[in-house]
């Protein structure tokens, strides 16, 4: 992508890549060996990679993607242990990454290139915003191995695509293409595969030239509009526009939008 190359990385993680400049953040899964499945220690690196990521107020979008040809098709179930030093180093709050993912203040992005099942699917499924190739698929995959499922699933995915909707992929875990994906609403939008990195990089773009207090803020309102009642949701929502849109940068974007509203003329119906 190339809104990622001018960044520093990170280091100190083995299961994840992360690197962050010029107001981005970027995991990626890093198993490409067992097309990122999802081992304990990488559950735990990746709590800690956007735990720091949500702490540092210079990085105002997050995306989580996947090396190689797979973005994670959820547990490495071949080579999961049981017992030992990553299972020992486990604690409650390690399970708490979509939590991260959903309510960190950064804009979160997943792209997922391929393989998106299980819990794969629930970090996903956390994230702001999913961009797919369209070589990508998707899958609940959790009663196909006799498990009720993890990753916050049934509180995201209802969000996304409807309450039946999600109790089907649940109940009947059948893969679903990109393109179902996108019908459905799981995904914001499909791309080629020759153009995938670039089209999200695009947006990625996009989003870090915006204006970094309103984004922000704008983040914050969609997590308080989750949990407050609308009347309440209305005065907090006021409370911060009013003194934001009395500000400098946003009376010179005003002004802007104003002179280019009059040179371009009004615009009918798109």
């Given at each position: 992508?190339?809104?990622?190359?001018?960044r520093s990385n990170v280091?100190?993680?083995?299961?994840?890549?992360?690197?962050?400049?010029?107001?981005?953040?970027?995991?990626?899964?890093?198993?490409?060996?067992?097309?990122?499945?999802?081992?304990?220690?990488?559950?735990?690196?990746?709590?800690?990679?956007?735990?720091?990521?949500?702490?540092?107020?210079s990085v105002r979008v997050?995306?989580?993607?996947?090396?190689?040809?797979?973005?994670?098709?959820?547990?490495?179930?071949?080579?999961?242990?049981?017992?030992?030093?990553?299972?020992?180093?486990?604690?409650?709050?390690?399970?708490?990454?979509?939590?991260?993912?959903?309510?960190?203040?950064?804009?979160?992005?997943?792209?997922?290139?391929?393989?998106?099942?299980?819990?794969?699917?629930?970090?996903?499924?956390?994230?702001?915003?999913?961009?797919?190739?369209?070589?990508?698929?998707?899958?609940?995959?959790?009663?196909?191995?006799?498990?009720?499922?993890?990753?916050?699933?049934?509180?995201?995915?209802?969000?996304?695509?409807?309450?039946?909707?999600?109790?089907?992929?649940?109940?009947?875990?059948?893969?679903?293409?990109?393109?179902?994906?996108?019908?459905?609403?799981?995904?914001?939008?499909?791309?080629?595969?020759?153009?995938?990195?670039?089209?999200?990089?695009?947006?990625?773009?996009?989003?870090?030239?915006?204006?970094?207090?309103?984004?922000?803020?704008?983040?914050?309102?969609?997590l308080a509009a989750e949990?407050?009642?609308?009347?309440?949701?209305?005065?907090?929502?006021?409370?911060?526009?009013?003194?934001?849109?009395?500000?400098?940068?946003?009376?010179?974007?005003?002004?802007?939008?104003?002179?280019?509203?009059?040179?371009?003329?009004?615009?009918?119906?798109?």
């Amino acid at each position: 992508m190339a809104a990622l190359a001018r960044r520093s990385n990170v280091n100190d993680f083995s299961t994840i890549k992360v690197q962050i400049g010029e107001g981005l953040g970027a995991v990626t899964l890093s198993r490409p060996d067992r097309m990122n499945g999802m081992s304990m220690l990488m559950v735990i690196e990746t709590y800690e990679a956007l735990s720091r990521l949500a702490a540092d107020r210079s990085v105002r979008v997050v995306t989580l993607s996947g090396e190689g040809r797979g973005f994670c098709p959820g547990a490495d179930l071949s080579g999961r242990p049981r017992e030992g030093p990553e299972v020992d180093a486990a604690r409650p709050e390690h399970f708490h990454v979509p939590v991260l993912l959903h309510e960190m203040p950064q804009v979160t992005i997943a792209a997922v290139n391929g393989a998106c099942a299980g819990a794969g699917l629930g970090w996903a499924a956390a994230c702001d915003l999913r961009y797919a190739a369209r070589s990508a698929n998707f899958n609940t995959a959790f009663l196909d191995v006799a498990v009720a499922g993890d990753m916050g699933v049934p509180w995201t995915l209802p969000r996304l695509v409807g309450a039946a909707k999600a109790r089907e992929l649940s109940f009947f875990p059948d893969k679903f293409s990109a393109d179902e994906a996108l019908r459905i609403g799981f995904v914001t939008a499909v791309f080629d595969d020759a153009t995938f990195r670039q089209e999200t990089a695009a947006r990625v773009d996009r989003l870090l030239h915006a204006p970094p207090e309103a984004l922000r803020t704008m983040k914050l309102h969609f997590l308080a509009a989750e949990r407050t009642r609308f009347s309440d949701y209305i005065d907090l929502e006021t409370s911060r526009h009013i003194p934001m849109s009395q500000a400098p940068a946003a009376q010179d974007a005003f002004r802007a939008f104003a002179e280019a509203r009059r040179r371009d003329g009004p615009r009918g119906p798109s």
